[in-house]
């Protein structure tokens, strides 16, 4: 069964500079991959996938996401973090032949002024 | 974009009554519909994935007479949840999605569950 992990439960960066936050996965095949946001009280809203096609993808609010097939990562990254992209960050992934889709743990991202 | 209504956002019951969650799929055809649970500061759990027509399939250790699911429409599903009790308290999320195998899920902004 597919699994997703995200190492780090909290990221903190300065606002203006970039951000990362980390996401490898395991799944039988092609993976489908997501990045998903969450604000407080609130449903996940879809940032970006990877399907196909290039390893980088860009996707709302300026993010970007890279596969790495090698690492099974799906990083997420910004090059100028906002004090409003604070927030939970889901990293999601499905195998191409079906709807069972697995989230990992979340990392909450501060930027702080 | 795919809108997702969830309704209520929030609600606040007594102990041992029913209540219904509703998932609306506004601008498509939700062939699926997916339930989650999320506690405090933890990721999502999948309750329940849910076919247009058909019976829902539950995950491990989900009640499946304690949490009713129908999906009775290709846009409408629901979650009834029984006889809830404050255990039950929690964010109740849902997800729709189409037919095309590689588009995501569509959230729904969740409800806020409180039994008293």
């Known amino acids: 069964a597919q699994s997703v992990a995200q190492p780090e439960d909290q990221v903190n960066v300065a606002e203006g500079n970039p951000l990362t936050v980390k996401c490898t996965y395991s799944?039988?095949?092609?993976?489908?991959l997501f990045w998903y946001v969450q604000y407080p009280n609130r449903g996940l809203q879809f940032l970006l996938k990877?399907?196909?096609?290039?390893?980088l993808v860009k996707g709302s609010y300026g993010f970007e996401a890279e596969f790495n097939k090698s690492q099974t990562s799906f990083h997420l990254k910004k090059p100028s973090a906002l004090v409003s992209d604070s927030a939970l960050y889901f990293c999601?992934?499905?195998?191409?032949?079906?709807?069972?889709?697995?989230f990992g743990a979340g990392t909450r991202l501060t930027v702080k002024p | 974009g795919a809108v997702v209504s969830q309704h209520p956002s929030w609600v606040i019951c007594k102990s041992g009554t029913s209540v219904k969650i509703e998932c609306r799929s506004l601008?498509?055809?939700?062939?699926?519909m997916f339930w989650y649970r999320q506690f405090p500061k933890q990721s999502l759990m999948l309750m329940a994935t849910?076919?247009?027509?058909?019976?829902?399939?539950?995950e491990q250790g989900v009640e499946k007479d304690k949490f009713l699911i129908n999906h009775a429409s290709l846009t409408l599903s629901t979650l009834t949840v029984t006889s809830a009790h404050p255990e039950d308290s929690s964010f109740y999320i849902c997800?729709?999605?189409?037919?095309?195998?590689?588009?995501?899920?569509?959230f729904g902004d969740g409800t806020r569950l409180s039994i008293l």
């Open positions: 849910s076919n247009e027509g058909s019976k829902a399939t539950y």
């Open positions: 601008d498509f055809q939700a062939t699926t």
């Open positions: 990877y399907i196909t096609g290039d390893n």
């Open positions: 799944v039988s095949g092609n993976p489908y």
């Open positions: 997800s729709a999605a189409g037919n095309t195998g590689n588009q995501p899920q569509h």
């Open positions: 999601a992934v499905r195998p191409w032949n079906n709807n069972d889709m697995r």
